[in-house]
């Protein structure tokens, strides 16, 4: 008999690798990966035309979309973690000494206001450096995945849509998630991944960025598919956090050495489940209000599929 197959995306990285390579697999069907090269166009084909039955998914543009009533749930799979100092970006001739300077300016943003690293970028220039995030002008490049969110009046776009055009040139003095090499550019906190360490050490702060949403219509006809999707992506993940503990990685990557610094102060450095991330994700959600992405804070469980609400790996 034929397996159902589930049209699947999601970036290969450590966590994924046995899944995607079919070292693991849920009990009763098979995932059907489509690779995307960009996978921001993942997330947009699902946030505008529920493309895919299982996908790889930024949170805010999760919490986004499910506040406009986008047909899809979150299963508590957090694929990717990052530290965001460094995404705090100035145009160093222009003067600016720190975040704490950018009351009055204009910050760029790379693609929408509501990208998740701008996000937890800003979270870190209002809770680490006292800025009231109202009294910035937030420039984005691009538009926003949720076509129906309309963003605050401090939220104006980038008239070029050039936001590294812009920023190594000084016609905006700083942006945050901008993607450019220039000599100009730097990071506006010093040792940024040291930064991000001493956050996660001192106040808890380990950003989640990328989540795992499936179809509405597909958890309505088998809730089943929910908790075989999460078991068979914490398998996966149990898999590479084994090889990093054991140092089995021999080329380390970006995400890679998140991990490991993680791993100075808890035993998993990826844990899948709301009770291990529930701080994390009331600050997210806590900082989605108070940047306007949206209206007022919701219960963390209800943005998670029920079946997997007590689930931890």
């Not at 001739?93 to 929408?112: C, F, H, I, Q, Y």
């Not at 809770?127 to 002008?137: F, M, Q, R």
């Amino acid at each position: 008999m034929t397996r159902p197959k589930l049209r699947a995306v999601t970036r290969t990285q450590g966590n994924n690798r046995a899944l995607k390579e079919g070292l693991v697999s849920p009990a009763d069907f098979d995932f059907e990966f489509e690779e995307i090269p960009v996978l921001v166009k993942g997330f947009r084909r699902m946030v505008r035309e529920l493309a895919y039955d299982v996908c790889e998914m930024a949170l805010t543009t999760y919490v986004t979309a499910k506040s406009h009533g986008v047909g899809f749930t979150a299963l508590p799979i957090f694929l990717v973690r990052d530290f965001h100092h460094d995404a705090i970006l100035h145009h160093v001739p222009s003067g600016l000494k720190s975040p704490a300077d950018l009351t009055g300016e204009t910050v760029g943003v790379n693609r929408g206001y509501t990208v998740t690293t701008g996000v937890w970028a800003r979270s870190i220039i209002q809770d680490e450096y006292g800025v009231d995030l109202s009294g910035v002008t937030w420039a984005p490049s691009g538009d926003e995945h949720v076509e129906t969110y309309v963003p605050p009046e401090n939220v104006v776009p980038l008239a070029s849509g050039d936001l590294a055009g812009d920023l190594s040139a000084g016609r905006i003095k700083a942006a945050v998630g901008a993607k450019l090499s220039h000599p100009d550019v730097a990071p506006m906190i010093e040792n940024p991944f040291d930064a991000g360490v001493a956050a996660l050490k001192g106040r808890g702060l380990y950003p989640i960025n990328h989540l795992v949403v499936v179809r509405d219509t597909l958890l309505e006809q088998n809730p089943d598919i929910a908790v075989q999707v999460f078991e068979a992506f914490a398998a996966s993940k149990q898999l590479y956090v084994g090889d990093l503990k054991a140092g089995r990685i021999a080329d380390l990557t970006e995400a890679d050495k998140v991990h490991l610094a993680a791993l100075e102060v808890m035993d998993d450095p990826l844990p899948y489940g709301i009770a291990p991330n529930y701080d994390v994700l009331e600050q997210l959600i806590g900082h989605a209000v108070t940047q306007k992405i949206i209206p007022e804070k919701v219960d963390v469980e209800s943005l998670f599929a029920a079946p997997t609400r007590n689930l931890v790996a």
